[in-house]
């Protein structure tokens, strides 16, 4: 199974790239957000991948981030979400951007997808809003949706905040959407207990 591809860019087209590497030509199928940032043709590029495997063919989906491969795999999870419009939703929405619709039940912001209408939007709102926390968490400022801790792991003073909204019984969707909310306005360097606060005022709890 193809987890990740380095080579040098061969060509880019309107739904995916191939990349040369060891001879070899492989058509990856990207959001256009990758596409967009990949290197032009002939310089090196890097992509995560995901292979699905099926009787007739074999596919490999690139995402320029773990955040990135990391909604497609939970999106393709709702009924009616294949991989075509997985992609189509990444094109419009950004990781962290993604979370935040979720959050906030926003369906019209999925249904600037091609291929999302309004009954898709609501079934992957529904399914999905409270599974928005086990993802990574990227603070305001994070580049491309991608947790701006050391090391690349999640912050963790947004993950703790979350977490102690979560267990003042809170949802983690709401939870994750208010913490967010704070992160963005406060800034990165913002305490535990700054996002906690701004959090509940998000949420009604403290004047």
Known sequence: MIASLKGIVESV???GAVIETGGVGYLVFCSSRTLSALPGVGEAAALKIETHV?????HL???ASPAERDWFRLLITV???GARVALAILSVLAPQDLSLALAAGDKAALGRAAGVGPKLAQRIVTELKDKV???AIAPAGGAG???AAAGGGVDPSLGDAVSALVNLG???G???GAVMEASRELGPEAKVEALIRAGLVRLGAVA
Request: proline share 4%; hydrophobic share 25%.
């Open 174 to 176: 709401e939870a994750f």
């Open 133 to 135: 926390g086990g993802l």
């Open 61 to 63: 989906y690139g995402f």
């Open 145 to 147: 949706g991608q947790p």
């Open 79 to 81: 009924q009616g979400v």
């Open 170 to 172: 809170y949802g983690r």
């Open 13 to 15: 087209g309107e739904d």
């Open 54 to 58: 099926r009787e007739d063919h074999i």
